[in-house]
Nanobody, 115 residues
Framework: QLQASGGGLVQPGGSLRLSCAAS????????MAWYRQAPGKQRELVAS???????NYDDAVKGRFTISRDNAKNTVYLQMNSLKPEDTAVYFC???????????WGRGTQVTVSS
């Protein structure tokens, strides 16, 4: 199971940190990712990171968002800085296991950027 948290209402230019805790085993053998879905739009990949690899970011968030992992806590984070109104969306975390390719989604957390 994946449990995301940390969303909320923030003013433009502000920051939030999302967390996604994974239960069970296999965290280090999975790619962890954050997606988002704005109203009326498709779900899109924001950032992803394998256990040992470099992170990948959507161009829209490069330089503002940082994905990180804490393997001791089975948790992936998304630090979001310089937030813009267009970052408003429901944010989801996803786990994809290396070997089987099985994917697991967490429940989303709402991020609203508004003055």
């Amino acid at each position: 199971q994946l449990q995301a948290s940390g969303g909320g209402l923030v003013q433009p230019g502000g920051s939030l940190r999302l967390s996604c805790a994974a239960s069970g085993s296999g965290f280090t053998r999975a790619v962890m990712a954050w997606y988002r879905q704005a109203p009326g739009k498709q779900r899109e990949l924001v950032a992803s990171k394998s256990n040992d690899g470099s992170p990948n970011y959507d161009d829209a968030v490069k330089g503002r968002f940082t994905i990180s992992r804490d393997n001791a806590k089975n948790t992936v984070y998304l630090q979001m800085n310089s937030l813009k109104p267009e970052d408003t969306a429901v944010y989801f975390c996803k786990m994809r296991r290396y070997v089987s390719g099985l994917e697991y989604w967490g429940r989303g957390t709402q991020v609203t950027v508004s003055s």
